[in-house]
């Protein structure tokens, strides 16, 4: 099998902010696209390294220099394949989850049907996806949610002092949609409890994700007693070891591909978690279809998606899973379902 890799930019349609980086605005995004070739079949896999998680587009790279003469002949070896990359490089999942979603799209096209089919899932039951609202000034928020009128479930993102005025513009233009929201661990031990109930209760949410920071969790086990809503993990859950551990301060775990290291491990939390009696959510980072695709063949196995990467982008190179009024298609091409534009 060869691997080859590229750097691709991607434009954003709109700046987007989050609470975790504070007054950071990113309009631009470079991700790697990773490509198995084998015999006469391809199969495409997506790197996106986040800094907040220690990597960069240079140690994805350095994972692929080595990973391309690891990989063998046997496409079907996934466990020899991806064990000894996680061992040598425990800290950079983003570049193995591009490796392992490759090797699904590469085996989905040598079978000749489609991920989620090979894995024996009912597609019809995908979950609706929500659409991210970042956070912007009042007036821009409202304008992103008068533009996101056919989208029924948003995600918004808080954390912030202007937590209430934020969530007021969009309940005063979208009175009646879902809404979820992510503070990206922007509040603390001492407010969390407070924010929760109020917010959870004013504004009708659906869940919160990441309330405090990764590993502050003292004051949620208190917040999950108090039932406002369900919390979910998702900086405080970045692979398998670490979801037995969230069962006494969070209701449910945020699974993304580029921070476990792939649909193999993916499919191992989600077992876990439904063992564990949690909820699971499928998220994503800013992507192309190639990363969103991938992540979207295990939706009919979790109860929340929140996989609108590649709706935010204004020049995705490839297309496949459809997202119009949130609604993500798996279709019967096999492997992702993609097609190069
Ligand atoms: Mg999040």
Request: hydrophobic residues 40%.
């Amino acid at each position: 099998m060869k691997l080859t890799w590229h750097r691709k930019n991607l434009h954003l349609k709109h700046p987007f902010n989050i609470a975790s980086v504070q007054r950071q605005q990113t309009t631009e995004k470079q991700v790697l696209l990773a490509r198995i070739e084998h015999k006469d079949h391809i199969g495409w896999g997506e790197a996106s390294p986040v800094s907040y998680y220690h990597q960069s587009k240079e140690s994805a790279e350095a994972v692929f220099q080595q990973a391309a003469s690891m990989l063998g002949n046997d496409p079907f070896a996934f466990d020899a394949i991806l064990d000894p990359l996680f061992e040598k490089f425990p800290d950079q999942p983003a570049a193995i989850s591009a490796i392992d979603i490759a090797l699904h799209d590469l085996a989905g096209h040598l079978l000749g049907i489609p991920v989620w089919k090979w894995f024996g899932l009912d597609a019809k039951r995908i979950p609706i996806t929500s659409f991210t609202i970042g956070i912007d000034t009042l007036d821009v928020i409202r304008q992103k949610v008068h533009e996101a009128a056919d989208y029924p479930i948003l995600k918004v993102k808080v954390g912030t002092d202007n937590d209430d005025a934020i969530l007021t513009a969009i309940r005063d233009v979208a009175p009646d949609k879902t809404l979820r929201v992510d503070a990206n661990g922007g509040w603390n031990d001492q407010n969390v409890l407070e924010r929760c109930t109020h917010l959870a209760k004013k504004y009708r949410l659906e869940f919160i994700e990441q309330p405090t920071p990764a590993g502050h969790h003292d004051a949620l086990p208190a917040v999950l007693h108090a039932n406002p809503c369900p919390i979910v993990a998702d900086e405080s859950c970045l692979g398998p070891d670490d979801v037995l551990g969230l069962v006494t301060a969070f209701d449910g775990i945020n699974i993304k591909l580029s921070k476990c290291g792939g649909i193999r491990r993916a499919l191992r939390m989600i077992h876990t978690a439904r063992a564990a009696g949690l909820k699971i959510m499928l998220g994503c980072m800013v992507e192309t279809s190639v990363g969103i695709s991938a992540a979207a063949q295990l939706a009919p196995l979790v109860d929340w998606i929140d996989l609108d990467g590649h709706m935010l982008l204004a020049d995705d190179p490839f297309e496949g899973i459809g997202g119009n009024h949130g609604k993500l298609t798996l279709n019967d091409k096999p492997g992702l379902g993609l097609s190069e534009k």
